[in-house]
């Protein structure tokens, strides 16, 4: 098995009690599409693929962890929530063109699938990505996420690879305390996106 895998299978293995939905999805739900196709990219546990189907999406989670996904379909299940997942490596060639009304990505970064993701929206369709960021200020060094920048956005580099899309909202270096909604410095970017054209 892949070693980046196993140590996915292990860290999801390990979680004790399930995870709550991104605050910042739910902050900004009324950016999104009332409904649709949803894709949550590298879902891991799935909290926030079982939010959006709450939402009324029609939600497919994809992740390369077996545990991740056997998690994720017991919770499903327990709550009584319908999700359609699948358990794979994710490749540029998995995306097909013009398919989602949302597809949502948070924690992870893979340059080269970027391309394939937003040729995957279809027109006015919407993309919600959220991950760690390079930044070497002080107030916002990296506690959590990957210490190898290679997985970590550049300044700007997320705005720079949605640059086809309308931005809703763009966020970098800092974000809303989701207990106090006050501002604190953040090592993260968010963008939120649409595709042009009608939805």
Same mark, same amino acid.
């Given at each position: 098995?892949?070693?980046?895998?196993?140590? %996915?299978?292990?860290?999801?293995?390990? @979680?004790?009690?399930? *995870?709550?939905?991104?605050? =910042?999805? !739910?902050?900004?739900?009324?950016?999104?599409?009332?409904?649709?196709?949803?894709? /949550?990219?590298?879902?891991?546990?799935?909290?926030?693929?079982?939010?959006?189907?709450?939402?009324?999406? =029609? @939600?497919?989670? %994809? =992740?390369?962890?077996? @545990? +991740? !996904?056997?998690?994720?379909?017991?919770?499903?299940?327990?709550? =009584?929530?319908? !999700?359609?997942?699948?358990?794979?490596?994710?490749?540029?060639?998995? #995306?097909?063109?013009?398919?989602?009304?949302?597809?949502?990505?948070?924690?992870?970064?893979?340059?080269?699938? #970027? *391309?394939?993701?937003?040729?995957?929206?279809?027109?006015?369709? @919407?993309?919600?990505?959220?991950? &760690?960021?390079?930044?070497?200020?002080?107030?916002?060094?990296?506690? !959590?996420? *990957? $210490?190898?920048? +290679?997985?970590?956005?550049? $300044?700007?580099?997320?705005?720079?690879?949605?640059?086809?899309?309308?931005?809703?909202? &763009?966020?970098?270096? &800092?974000? +809303? /305390?989701?207990? $106090?909604?006050?501002?604190?410095?953040?090592?993260?970017?968010?963008?939120?996106?649409?595709?042009?054209?009608?939805?």
């Amino acid at each position: 098995m892949n070693e980046k895998i196993q140590r %996915w299978d292990n860290l999801y293995g390990a @979680v004790q009690d399930y *995870p709550a939905p991104n605050s =910042d999805l !739910i902050r900004y739900r009324a950016l999104l599409p009332k409904q649709g196709l949803a894709l /949550d990219v590298a879902c891991g546990l799935g909290a926030d693929a079982l939010y959006l189907a709450q939402q009324g999406f =029609d @939600v497919l989670a %994809w =992740d390369a962890s077996s @545990v +991740a !996904i056997k998690r994720l379909q017991k919770e499903a299940k327990a709550q =009584d929530i319908s !999700i359609s997942t699948s358990c794979f490596e994710i490749t540029p060639s998995v #995306f097909k063109r013009g398919r989602f009304d949302l597809v949502y990505v948070h924690r992870y970064l893979d340059r080269d699938i #970027f *391309p394939a993701i937003i040729e995957s929206l279809k027109p006015g369709g @919407v993309l919600f990505y959220q991950t &760690f960021t390079q930044s070497t200020a002080a107030e916002c060094s990296p506690t !959590i996420g *990957p $210490t190898n920048k +290679a997985y970590r956005l550049a $300044t700007n580099e997320l705005l720079s690879l949605c640059s086809t899309l309308t931005i809703k909202v &763009f966020l970098e270096g &800092f974000s +809303a /305390d989701p207990k $106090t909604n006050q501002i604190q410095a953040r090592a993260q970017a968010l963008i939120v996106a649409a595709k042009p054209g009608a939805s």
